[in-house]
């Protein structure tokens, strides 16, 4: 016999489906929809519920177009069976992906909290272009503050200078001697009494344990990171107090108003986040910059330093500390000290670099 509907040679005479088109074949006493045997007499198919009308021999269908509108070709049920079965292959490959990525994910979160961290303490910054320095109508700046454009990659940084807690576990680890802490205290103060060749160590051994990029951010980046976007003398506008911020109150800027003086480090938290998420980028600590003092800003304040015990040239310190007045605190600010150099005002932030599809 041959199908009606592409004319393909049916070789078993007991076939219900054309091999070629997957057609009904309709074959008398059968439904011509599903291919089941149809009980004596039957108005309906009892397996698919369709209509059972009067049905000629195969052999007796005119090969015409008007012969074949009551024949529409139907997926055969192999084909509804390795459809479903695909779907469910497909829905436990996503399960299997879907956990994966969740452990990998709690894997990586504790091992955050072993040195200290959390994804939480970490600030996406994205890449762009700013007036590094200060105009010259800046109240206290100075000559090697001369403004002019830079442009940053996007870069993730801690929120926080790197605190005492962080630092201990790293000196633990190596079993290195602590950092003093002029019986301030510790945990989550900024760790001070550390040279940038300390810093630079702790970050090469945080990136081996975390599996990621970590570094001294930029001078570039510092000051980018600090204004947040402003173009004031702090992000906090054209004044700063002692509410916003730990440094000598005794003095003001602009206008404002005197103050507490502390004579010492306060928890890394306790002062607002700048509008990016940044605490302590004015006051608390200074902080290293992987970059070596440029005098004229002619390109070294974006560049990183890196680590050459026999490069003692000044590195860049930025942010002011609790023992300054104001005016060291402005986004401008500069400072440097030789790499060797460790001392009760200065700690470091770090960043971690991303991809940047962009760059």
């Known amino acids: 016999m041959q199908c009606s509907n592409c ?3 049916i070789e078993d005479p007991e076939a219900l489906f054309c091999a070629q088109c997957g057609q009904s074949l309709c074959i008398e006493g059968h439904c011509c929809y599903c291919g089941k045997r149809l009980q004596p007499k039957a108005n309906f198919c009892d397996r698919c519920g369709a209509a059972v009308t009067p049905q000629l021999p195969l052999s007796a ?3 015409t177009e008007t012969a074949r509108p009551h024949l529409r070709p139907i997926t055969p049920l192999r084909g509804v069976i390795e459809a479903e ?3 469910h292959v497909e829905q436990a ?3 299997r992906t879907i956990e994966r990525t969740i452990q990998r994910e709690k894997a990586h979160q504790a091992r955050l909290l072993k040195y200290g961290l959390s994804e939480s303490d970490w600030v996406s910054i994205a890449g762009g272009s700013f007036l590094m320095g200060s105009p010259p109508d ?3 700046r100075f000559e090697n503050e001369r403004q002019h454009e830079v442009q940053v990659k996007r870069f993730e940084m801690l929120k926080t200078p ?3 807690a962080m630092f201990d576990t790293y000196c633990e680890a ?3 001697p602590l950092p003093g802490d002029e019986t301030w205290g510790r945990e989550k103060r900024p760790v001070i009494n550390v040279s940038y060749w300390s810093a630079l160590e702790y970050c090469q051994w945080l990136s081996e344990k975390l599996q990621a990029n970590i570094r001294l951010p930029t001078e570039a980046e510092w000051e980018y990171a600090c204004r947040a976007g402003t173009t004031t003398p702090f992000w906090t506008g054209e004044q700063i107090s002692p509410e916003q911020a730990n440094f000598d109150g005794n003095y003001t800027y602009g206008g404002s108003e005197k103050g507490a003086s502390r004579g010492q480090t306060t928890p890394v938290d306790q002062f607002p986040a700048n509008p990016w ?3 302590d980028m004015h006051g608390n600590v200074w902080e290293w910059c992987a970059s070596i003092y440029d005098e004229r800003y002619t390109g070294l304040e974006q560049q990183d330093a890196g680590y050459h015990l026999d490069d003692d040239r000044e590195r860049v310190v930025r942010g002011g500390s609790w023992h300054n007045v104001p005016s060291g605190l402005r986004s401008a600010s500069r400072n440097k000290l030789r790499p060797d150099y460790h001392y009760l005002r200065v700690g470091f932030r770090i960043v971690r670099e991303v991809d940047d599809p962009e760059a």
């Open 7 to 9: 004319q393909h040679q």
């Open 61 to 63: 269908v005119p090969e």
């Open 85 to 87: 079965v695909r779907h």
């Open 93 to 95: 490959q996503v399960k």
């Open 138 to 140: 800046e109240k206290n």
């Open 162 to 164: 790197v605190t005492f």
């Open 174 to 176: 190596v079993r290195r």
């Open 277 to 279: 998420g940044l605490h």
